[in-house]
């Protein structure tokens, strides 16, 4: 309690403090040094293994998931995580095909507990009067109904508030004891996490939360909450405060732009809707070092709209509306929800401001809300309890919209996605961190294919001949995640790839590299390259540079396919074909597998559908990964 | 409607909303006070309540409550007590669903509570950990090295390359490092030293593991394959998964001990009560 308030005074007194000079240069939220110090590792810090896990799973802690039937909670989240056997929500046996290397259990912060705390009729819950509503509706066996008045209530900030701070107190120091108890340094990493849940009008805004710390630097404070404030800048003022009084380290995960009506990657304050200024974008920079670029509510990579050229732009795209489908989406919105626009737009408002806001590396990750954060096509858990196993899942609408029924975000389009991997020195919680914040990373669509890439500027492409390649470069030019040095006279980037197939997974179709950069004209560009393909003898580029399909070995109504097509491993070397050593670029990699059945394939067979499924469904799909970006700056 | 859909409607029961019951409350004060129980219309709050209360306070708040909360710990206490006592007399526990479902916790929770305190013995652990090798057996490790041969570059060659490597593997000094033979797989160490069998699913896949297994151990031989393509391998060591002594594991034997009684006791406190019962249920 003493703690909380104190926190809250803290945050509050930068946060009045800022907002009196909110356009004023050197607020007490720059970087520090002894902040900064701990991060910057040599480049070849990375190690020789890149460790899988999901930074975003809810058990029955969160409100929604509780409300929603979630029972399993937080020790059969990171028992499940690790490969053992538990019951499932709807009573079933349910095991990973291989353990998690790390788990960021992300619970929402707002009403933290509320489920169980409502089961057992706390009396700090019984005080709010929603909190009687919900209690009523919970014991009368309207879970479901009354996780929605939730959702709809969030959308309308603080009236959403039913917890106090005791209560918080009590459940945030279980939720740490158990990380604790379960993190095992080498073998199983629990970092320690939370979800800030804003999303005024429905649009979201949520961001998880990551500490690289333990419990005794974490248990100083209470997670900043959408009750705290639902503006992001005041998230930051939050976590620089739990930087300064603590000394750890805390960084936070934005997802679901997709669902946030063109707010996401907005490039204005969210208070006042002017544009951003210098401190937003160095704040932003600092804290935001990653975007959960795709997850089971949709892939936010780029929308085929905003990518017209390139053909595989339409991946996993969920975009009707906003979260609660209060607002429909309108084509204007969409810049300001996409990963690679955003990354595009970072590199103008660089050039702008100093610094660019929109400087992240790509991870994905479950949002799974039933503490199964699984993500295998034929051993997919679902996003909730209702989405268990089952044959009625298909038809199961994950969130009701409150206006009108066509902006419903039903099962049939959601994912079994995705993963986060993080090319890290070990599995511990440091070094997983300090990967994530250099950026070190990329994200899958839920399968563990692997991809590393480097850049410099003295790559020959022999190099990918040494089995220990990526050693023997990593001095010589920087990871995914990294910044090449201005180029001097005649010199050119390059990227070392290499990809290799999950090992129980399909084979890979291509590696390409996505260009973005900033022209003369101070307009940015994009431009996707086949850079590396399964069967080049028979696969020539066609006129337009594109590669042809790989093909497909997919038996829909079998939910079969074989590794007959693609290659089990890729290399590829590039050098920019149309670098101009004065223009800001980045360049990621993405990697795409030949394709295979959904999960909403393997439900139709397993349970025997074919009379009541839709003819046409997404029953295929091409799972991938994307990394992190390089970036050159001239300057 | 589906079947689950009509079973949730037979077997809910009406809510009454607690306000619409407290309105009832106050607006029947006159048929409350003609039915109120004579007796028993004494409340007491004894001191251990009393020490209780102030314990539950400080606990949340981390400090001792002043004198007027204190007296309005009292004044709750009292207030619940006195509409908890005319609410029963009016029988308005019954047909309730969330006393109904209240009740049922608290005899699950009862039945909890009636386990045994007393912890497992060491034998008991020890039994438990022995009948159930699959969940505490440590996993087999293995120590080897590894060449990487990539059908898409050495096509039919591959064989043919294979055998050549493995006589020069054989002939050259068993301390030379392989590492910069064979081609590229991507974080793929030549050298693997006492390695979980998990983490070689998860880098090599499924094939090449259970192959590792039957290899001979001491020398270079292959090929074998993998998910990625062939591999020449020198095993010099696996260590079987064993049953770890209890002290390495007590805490997950314990654990899952416990889960499996805490199933059967439930289950066999249910099962008693229910014998003294006869249950008929309507043909659907």
Redesign the interface.
């Known amino acids: ?2 703690i909380r308030a104190l926190a809250l005074t803290g945050v509050m007194a930068l946060a009045s403090g800022l907002s009196s000079c909110a356009s004023g240069p050197g607020t007490p939220l720059e970087s520090k040094g002894a902040a900064s110090a701990v991060i910057e590792d040599s480049q070849c810090a990375s190690g ?3 460790y ?1 896990g999901d930074t975003h799973l809810h058990t029955a802690l969160s409100p929604d998931a509780g409300l929603a039937g979630t029972k399993l909670g937080l020790e059969e989240a990171y028992r499940f995580a690790k ?1 053992e056997t538990v019951t499932s929500n709807s009573g079933q046996k349910a095991a990973l095909k ?2 998690l290397d790390f788990l960021v259990v992300a619970d929402h912060a707002e009403n933290l507990g509320l489920a169980q705390g409502l089961a057992d ?1 706390d009396p ?1 819950l019984l005080k709010s009067s929603l909190g ?1 509503q919900l209690n ?1 509706m919970l ?3 309207q879970g479901r109904e009354a996780f929605y008045l939730l959702v709809q209530k969030m959308a309308k900030g603080s009236e959403a508030k039913i917890s106090n701070e ?1 209560f918080m107190q009590n459940v945030w120091k279980y939720n740490t004891e158990v990380a604790e108890r379960f993190n095992d340094p080498g073998k199983f990493t629990a970092l320690i996490g939370y979800e800030w849940t804003s999303q005024p009008g429905g649009g979201n805004l949520h961001r998880v939360v990551v500490f690289r710390d333990n419990k005794a630097l974490v248990d100083q404070i209470l997670p900043f909450s959408n009750f705290d404030s639902e503006n992001v800048e005041d998230l930051w003022r939050f976590m620089n405060f739990y930087e300064e009084k603590t000394g750890g380290r805390v960084l936070a995960i934005p997802h679901n732009g997709n669902l946030s009506s063109g707010t996401m990657f907005l490039p204005r304050h969210q208070k006042t809707g002017e544009p951003i200024d210098a401190d937003y974008a160095r704040m932003r920079h600092r804290f935001e070092p990653l975007v959960e670029v795709t997850q089971a509510k949709g892939t936010g990579e780029t929308h085929p709209m905003l990518s017209p050229e390139d053909e595989f732009a339409g991946f996993n795209i969920v975009d009707n509306s906003n979260l609660g489908g209060i607002k429909p989406t309108t084509p204007d919105m969409l810049p300001y929800e996409y990963t690679r626009a955003a990354l595009r737009r970072g590199l103008q408002l660089e050039q702008q401001l100093g610094v660019n806001p929109f400087k992240f590396g790509l991870i994905g990750s479950t949002d799974s809300h039933s503490s199964l954060p699984s993500t295998a096509e034929d051993n997919w858990w679902g996003k909730s309890p209702a989405l268990e196993p089952s044959p ?1 899942r298909w038809k199961d609408v994950l969130i009701k919209s409150s206006k009108d029924p066509s902006l419903d975000l039903t099962a049939l389009q959601l994912g079994a996605s995705g993963l986060a991997g993080v090319w890290a020195s070990g599995n511990t919680r440091t070094a997983l961190w300090d990967a994530m914040n250099r950026k070190e990373v990329f994200g899958t669509s839920g399968t ?1 294919l ?3 890439v480097y850049g410099g500027y003295d790559y020959t492409g022999d190099e ?7 050693k023997r470069v990593c001095a010589k030019g920087v990871p995914m995640g990294g910044d090449l040095m201005a180029a001097s006279e005649g010199q050119i980037p390059s990227l070392l790839i ?7 997974g399909a084979n890979l179709d291509r590696i390409q590299v996505v260009k973005g950069w900033l022209d003369a004209d101070g307009e940015t560009q994009e431009q996707v390259f086949d850079v590396s393909w399964s069967d080049p003898g028979q696969r020539k580029p066609r006129a337009d540079g594109k590669v042809p399909s790989v093909g497909s070995s997919v038996n829909e109504r079998e939910a079969t396919y074989t590794n007959t097509i693609g ?3 890729l ?1 590829g070397y590039w050098k920019d074909p149309a670098f101009d050593p004065t223009q800001k670029a980045f360049y990621y990699v993405r990697v795409l597998e030949i394709p295979t059945p959904t999960w909403l394939a393997y439900d139709r067979k397993n349970y025997n559908l074919y009379d009541e499924m839709p003819e046409t469904a997404p029953y295929t799909s091409q799972e991938r990964a994307y990394t992190s970006p390089i970036w050159y700056n001239p300057s | 409607m589906g079947w689950s859909d009509r079973l949730r409607t037979l077997v809910q029961e009406p809510i009454v909303p607690f306000l619409i019951i407290g309105a009832g409350l106050f607006g029947l004060q006159g048929v409350l006070d003609a039915m109120a129980p004579k007796g028993d219309r004494e409340i007491v709050v004894s001191n251990d309540q009393a020490v209780a209360m102030v314990q539950t306070f400080a606990r949340t708040w981390q400090r001792p409550p002043s004198q007027q909360e204190l007296e309005r710990l009292f004044d709750e206490h009292v207030r619940t007590e006195v509409f908890v006592r005319e609410a029963m007399a009016l029988g308005l526990d019954r047909n309730d669903t969330i006393v109904r479902r209240r009740l049922r916790q608290k005899m699950e929770f009862v039945s909890h509570g009636e386990q045994p305190l007393t912890p497992p013995s060491d034998q008991q652990l020890q039994a438990h950990l022995e009948a159930h090798p699959e969940r505490f057996s440590s996993e087999p490790r293995f120590s080897f090295q590894q060449v990487f041969l990539d059908p898409s570059r050495r096509g039919e060659r591959l064989n043919r390359d294979a055998e050549a490597l493995v006589v020069e593997l054989n002939q050259a000094d068993a301390a030379a490092d392989p590492s910069s033979l064979g081609d590229p797989l991507a974080m793929a160490s030549a050298s693997w030293q006492g390695e979980r069998r998990s983490e070689l699913l998860a880098q090599f896949g499924t094939t090449f593991t259970d192959a590792l297994q039957q290899q001979p151990q001491g020398r270079w031989v292959g090929p074998i394959s993998s998910a990625y393509g062939m591999h020449l391998v020198r095993v010099s060591s696996i260590t079987p998964g064993e049953l770890p002594p209890l002290d390495q594991v007590r805490e997950g034997v314990l654990r899952d001990w416990q889960d499996v009684q805490r199933q059967n006791h439930k289950e066999s406190y249910y099962r008693n009560l229910l014998a003294r019962y006869s249950v008929r249920l309507p043909q659907f």
């Open positions: 309690m003493r020789n293994r890149a899988f490969g291989r353990p009729s700090e009687q009523e014991k009368a066996g005791s009625e563990r692997t991809v590393r990918l001949k040494a089995a220990d390649w990526a290499q990809a290799r197939k999950d090992p129980d290659a089990p491993t290399t």
